[in-house]
């Protein structure tokens, strides 16, 4: 058995977040108050990143964030409306794939809409870079990928604004959608997602392509369970995800499907607005940051046996 080796990716992704989390906030609106954090509402599209600042490091820090209203806020399953359109996903990166995967929806010109792990992000920033480049719609898959269902309400704060924080920091447009890691949510999920302006996101196709197998196989699950508004989820890191993904763009657009952006489907998003009841916690940056601090010094670090980054999927994650 070889040496275990502490992944460097640990102290620098966390270096990183914090950095993110303490620097100036850039252009013309100034810091972000203690009244929350709100990305401004762009013409169209997609939400413009928007770094945390020091003056946001103020609550959070003691006790629990405050309870959100109740409310029926959405999870989305599939794409509101009767349309014959699907729309692509992809989960867990950007990783080793990624570039291939941009290729491929690059010559099939179909758009897409990656969910980000904001930990990986910040380790492959040039993969950010180059799918908002591409045009593909960028969204939040946590920071380091937990079952949001065994995490403190803190933690679930403290995972989704730490992927935003990343992207923010990357300086790309991101959308207030989260796709919690492995389809987990609960109520107090989506309360945290309601009391941040979040839009929780899941799917109603799962290609399973992260047990690998035949891509006939994979192609035969996704195009038997398609229907119009279908939201199909692929991931990142899995070479049938390669093989599969121009013959099931072929075979959808022979039926007739449309392939479109989740988040023209989303009510408020199109237009960049948000919907009434919406708001943007300013309680969790603070949390974001002590949560940084505490792991960087108490948690374990990534280790991995045959060296830096192998099994090693994100740099930390916090122990409970």
């Not at 009434?276 to 974001?288: A, F, I, M, R």
């Amino acid at each position: 058995m070889g040496t275990k080796v502490v992944n460097p990716g640990f102290l620098l992704a966390n270096l990183a977040l914090l950095a993110v989390l303490l620097a100036p906030a850039a252009g013309a609106g100034g810091a972000i108050g203690a009244a929350g954090l709100r990305p401004p509402v762009a013409e169209a599209g997609p939400r413009r990143a928007t770094a945390l600042t020091a003056d946001t490091i103020k609550a959070g820090i003691e006790g629990r964030p405050e309870k959100a209203e109740p409310t029926a806020w959405p999870v989305f399953y599939r794409l509101p409306g009767a349309d014959k359109v699907v729309a692509l996903t992809f989960d867990d990166g950007p990783g080793k794939l990624t570039a291939s995967l941009l290729k491929v929806l690059a010559e099939k010109k179909v758009p897409a809409t990656f969910f980000l792990v904001g930990n990986a992000a910040l380790n492959n920033p040039s993969l950010v870079q180059a799918i908002a480049r591409e045009g593909g719609q960028l969204a939040l898959h946590t920071w380091s990928h937990p079952y949001l269902t065994r995490e403190k309400r803190e933690k679930v704060y403290w995972q989704i604004e730490a992927g935003a924080a990343a992207l923010a920091g990357l300086g790309v447009d991101y959308l207030p959608l989260v796709r919690p890691p492995y389809g987990s949510w609960d109520e107090e999920v989506r309360e945290v997602c309601r009391s941040l302006g979040y839009s929780l996101v899941l799917w109603d196709v799962d290609s399973r392509d992260w047990e690998g197998g035949p891509a006939d196989r994979v192609l035969e699950r996704v195009l038997g369970a398609l229907k119009p508004g279908s939201i199909v989820l692929f991931h990142e890191g899995k070479k049938v995800t390669l093989e599969v993904l121009p013959r099931f763009i072929d075979a959808a657009r022979d039926r007739g499907y449309t392939f479109v952006f989740v988040g023209d489907y989303i009510p408020g998003l199109r237009a960049g607005k948000e919907e009434e009841g919406q708001e943007y916690s300013g309680k969790s940056p603070g949390g974001v940051a002590v949560w940084t601090l505490w792991s960087m010094f108490f948690s374990r670090p990534c280790v991995s046996v045959a060296g830096p980054g192998d099994g090693c999927a994100w740099a930390f994650a916090p122990t409970a």
